[in-house]
Structures are given as structure tokens and as C-alpha cells.
């Protein structure tokens, strides 16, 4: 059941809980952490700049003095770097959530690839994510969520199970639609299989609809942008929203009490509005998918990942 009285201007109090949000020092992200930081949680960001995150951490201060905040170096296109981070999130002494936001949004119209070989938007968007869940498992305690970033790409484009990592040819919006596939796949898998292993844990989907920094409430240093631009980025006001709400939909995943695993949450009206369950496409529920998904997943990243059993074990990551 979903609360129809959820108001994301006034957030259940989470003092005492402790949040990571990869990639929380700009965008979506940002307005994540500020919004998880006035619950007087404990919040995590991670992400690659250091001086990014001190930036944003600084900001929230400002507005909020009271904010407990935290940084760890993590760079989702490294699974060397992914693994460091797994081994700092470990040591916070459990995590009531794991919010999987950071990605590449600005499409390379060449196919690049991650420090490991990956192809760059599924590596970086999904792989380096399920990597740092898999290592980072065990800080979850009971009742904790995973929150992964959906999109409204999918709906546009499928993946192709059997070219994944576009090696058979390459187009920016497809990969970016792959990984996006692959992000909601995993959320929906990941939960199915913690309720096969019996554990009090929960994986959700959310995405932002269309948001944009000229609509976003102004924040020295993380959204600069010129009266000029503010004002050419208001003609798009009717169709689309500031990225504090694009946070919305992700923030009611992680927090309402009446969420449930395996639900997906998005804008009201797909593009802009209040956080509301959403549909998935047929493909990010289809079983046969989330199998392939997964044993690929394992495969590239070269961790054994079963929620029955910690720690993820190594086996050799074929590419």
C-alpha cells in the first residue's frame, strides 16, 4: 500500500540512520543529500571529487548546520576504486541504504570503455553499482533499502540481451537506454532474491522525469547559471522540473514506510510532478532478462553475488 498523504516537503525524521548516495555532490544527487541531511540522518556521499563533495557538503552546512555528513572517494567506472569504496562503506557500522545515483547522462557519441574494459555508460551507470552492492552487502541492516536510478529511456529502446555492452554496434542513446534497462532489471531481481533468501531487506526503482538546473533552487557552487540562462530554461517549465524534485520520487522510495520492494517510482506525470508508483517496461520484469542480466553481471565484474551468502566471492570477470 502507498501513502496517498506522502509529502516530500515534510520528511519522516531519520535521526539515528545512516544513508550512502553515490554521486551526491551535483544534480539529482545533491538534492538527494540535502533533502536526506534535513531528516537528521547520517549521510554519505560518494562520488570522484573530493573537492566536489567538500563543495556540496559546505552548502548543505549553510543551509542546514546541523547536517551530519560524510565523504568517500569512489569512482563507479573503476572496480578497483568501486572495491575501496565497498571496504570504507563497511566501515560505517551498518547503512539503512544504499541510493545508486550516480551516472554518465551527457552520451559519448563513441563508444568508450571503463577502466576494466567496459563498455562506459553500462559499466558506469549499472555494473559499477551492482559491483559495489555485491561488496558492500553485508553493511545492510535489517529493514534497509537499495535504491537504484531508473529513467524514462527504456521505454524508448530495448536492450539487447545479446549485446549488452554495444560490441556489435554503438549508439549513445541505446547504451544509455541499456543501461537504464539495467538498473531497474537489477533493483527488481535484487529484491525478488532477497525475499527468496528471507532477508529484511528491500531493492526499489525510482526516476527523476525531466529536470533541469534552471528550474532548481539556486545552490552557490553546485548550479551556477546566469540570469540568461535561468530565464531560456523557464520556456521548458510546463513540460519539465528543477532537479530538487527530480530527488522527490527517489527520496519517497527510500523513506516512506509503506514502500515496498520491487516498486518503482517516478513523477506523477511521467515528465514532472509529485512521487507516485510508476509502471515499468515489460522488459525489466521479464525473468529470462533479469537471469541473463545477472550471470552477465557477474561475469564482467568477477564477483559471485548471492544475498544468501557474504561475502560476494571472486571468480575470474571474463570481458
Known sequence: M????WNPRVL?????????????SSGIGYFIV???????????????????MDAAAGVIRTLNPGARLETIPLDLASLDSVARAAESILSLGGIDGLVANAGITDLPPERGTTADGLEMLVGTNY????????????ALQPGARVVT???IAPILADARPDDLLSEK?????????TSKHATTTFAIELDRRFGAAGLPLAALVAHPGYCIDALSPRRDGINNLSTTERRAGSLLAPFTQGRD???????????????AGG?????????FGAPRLARTDRQDRDLLFAAQLWQHSERWTGLRFDPREYPATGIAPAL
Open 2 to 5: 502507498v501513502s496517498a498523504a
Open 12 to 24: 519522516p525524521d531519520q535521526h539515528g540512520k545512516t544513508f550512502v548516495v553515490t554521486g551526491g
Open 34 to 52: 540535502e533533502q536526506l541531511a534535513a531528516t537528521g540522518a547520517r549521510v554519505v556521499m560518494a562520488s570522484r571529487s573530493q573537492e566536489r
Open 127 to 138: 555494473l559499477g553499482h551492482f559491483a559495489l552492492t555485491a561488496r558492500a552487502f553485508a
Open 149 to 151: 536510478l531508473g529513467s
Open 169 to 177: 554496434g554503438y549508439t549513445a542513446f541505446r547504451a544509455y537506454a
Open 245 to 259: 524534485r527530480g530527488a522527490w520520487p527517489v527520496v519517497r522510495a527510500l523513506l516512506d514506510p509503506t514502500a
Open 263 to 271: 516498486q518503482f517510482y517516478g513523477p506523477m506525470f511521467t515528465l
